[in-house]
């Protein structure tokens, strides 16, 4: 079941100590500011986790209330599941944006 192996992962990142979140969060291409703490990364990676469990519609609409006007979404999607990585990425950017507009 996704939600299970979903939830397992989670766990992984909770037993993770700073150092190996750290490096874990390097990975995902989200900004790293100086002084996140375990709380914040472990957060993030909520996030990001949830995303996953989402089905396409639903992180679509995330991602037009996100920001109003994606250009990138303009063009007509497929259906499936196809989007589901595109879509994922396209919510990363607008969290990198949101993150250094502050």
Same mark, same amino acid.
């Given at each position: 079941n996704?939600?299970?192996? =979903? =939830?397992?992962?989670y766990?992984?990142?909770?037993?993770?100590?700073? =150092?190996?979140?750290?490096?874990?969060?390097?990975?995902?291409?989200?900004?790293?500011?100086?002084?996140?703490?375990?709380?914040?990364?472990?957060?993030?990676?909520?996030?990001?986790?949830?995303?996953?469990l989402?089905?396409?519609h639903?992180?679509?609409?995330?991602?037009?209330?996100?920001?109003?006007t994606?250009?990138?979404?303009?063009?007509?999607?497929?259906?499936?599941?196809?989007n589901?990585?595109?879509?994922?990425?396209?919510?990363?950017?607008?969290? =990198?944006?949101?993150?250094?507009?502050?």
């Amino acid at each position: 079941n996704r939600v299970v192996q =979903v =939830v397992a992962r989670y766990e992984e990142f909770v037993a993770m100590d700073d =150092v190996e979140l750290l490096a874990e969060y390097k990975t995902t291409g989200l900004p790293i500011e100086t002084g996140l703490e375990k709380q914040e990364l472990l957060q993030r990676f909520k996030m990001m986790l949830a995303w996953e469990l989402l089905p396409e519609h639903a992180l679509l609409q995330q991602l037009r209330e996100e920001r109003k006007t994606l250009h990138d979404l303009d063009a007509p999607l497929g259906e499936g599941e196809e989007n589901r990585p595109r879509l994922i990425e396209l919510l990363k950017v607008e969290f =990198v944006r949101k993150s250094l507009a502050r």
